[in-house]
C-alpha cells in the first residue's frame, strides 16, 4: 500500500483501523456553533465519524499527504492581495482525485476483489484526524495537521478499504508548550487550543462564506484575498520547511491577486482566469467582494474609484463590501489632496 502511495505521488501514507473516531473534537466545535455556515458538518456527523457508514465492511483507512510549494507571495505592496500557498497553483482536489484513481487502479491489479472508496475533501471524511491516527502528523493548536518534516504545508486524502492492513501507531501531538499560532490569528479564531471558529476565520470568510462579511471581521481583513497562512507562518515546524512540493501544485500562477483587476472583473474574464484553480471555490461574488475589502485595508486612494463603481451591485456581498471600504479609501484620497 505505501509502496503504492508513493509511486502515486504522495510524499506521506499511513495506515490506522477503520473503526470510529472520538467524537469529542467534533463536538466540542459543534456545541459552540463554531462551524459557522458549514451545516454539512452537523447534519453528517455520523458519517464523519463512522467509516463503517461510507463503506460497508471497512476495515482499514489509508491516510495520504501531499506536500505543497509556496512561492512568492503578494508582499507587501498594496495593490496586491495575498492568496494562501494551496492555492496558488492548480485545484488541489483535481490533483490529488486524480493520484487517487492512479493508487485504487494499482492496488486492483494485486487485488481485484478489493472495495475502496477513495476521498479527497469532498466526502463526510475527517482526513486531519485519520492523519493523525494513521501517524503521519498532529492536530495542532491551529486545528491545522502538521508533520515533523513538511510542517503543515501538506494537502489530505483518504482510501477507506475492506481489508485488513497493519496500522501504524499514532502520532504524537509535538505542540508542546507553544501556542505562536493562537496570538497570530488576525480575527482571533482560534479560542481554545485546537478548537477554530469559522465565525472569525478568514479562510471561512473568504472561501465559504457567500454574501456579506460581517463588519468586525471586515475591519480585520488586512491583505488576505483567499485563504490566510497567519496561523501557518507563526509555527515553528513550518520555518524547517525545504523546497519539497508537487509539481502539480505548481505556485506561481496565482501567488496573489491584482485588485485593480479583480475589483472591476466581469463574470467571463472571472471564468478564464480561475477555472480549474482553487481560487474558483469563491466564486466570482465572493473574489470580487474580498478584493475590495483588501483595498478598504490598503487605504491605497487609487482603488477607490474602481470600488465606488461596484455600489449597488448585484452580486452577493459586493455592495456591502464597497459601502465599508469606501469611506477608508475616500478619506485616503482627502489625504492625498
Known sequence: MKEAALAAGFHKAGIARAERLDPGPLDRMLA????ADMV??????DARLDPSRLLEGARSVVALALAYAGGQGGGSAPVRAEVARYARGRDYHSVLKRMLRVLVASLRERDPELRALPTADVAPVMEKAWAERAGIGWVGKNGCLITTDLGSWVVLA???????????????????????????????AIPEPGLIDARRCLSFQ????????PADIAARFGRWGFGCDDCQTACPWNRREGAIGSPELDPTRHPWLDLARVIPMGLEEYRREFYGTALARAGHAGLVRNAILVAGSSGDAALAPLVRRRLGSELPGVDEAARFALPRLEGAEGGEG
Open 206 to 213: 473568504t472561501i465559504e462564506r457567500r454574501g456579506s462579511v
Open 32 to 35: 459552540r456553533g463554531a462551524e
Open 40 to 45: 454539512w458538518l452537523r447534519t453528517q456527523r
Open 158 to 188: 483518504t482510501v477507506i478499504l475492506d481489508r485488513e492492513l497493519e496500522p501504524d501507531a499514532p502520532h504524537p501531538e509535538r505542540c508542546g508548550e507553544c501556542s505562536a499560532c493562537m496570538p497570530a490569528c488576525p480575527t482571533g
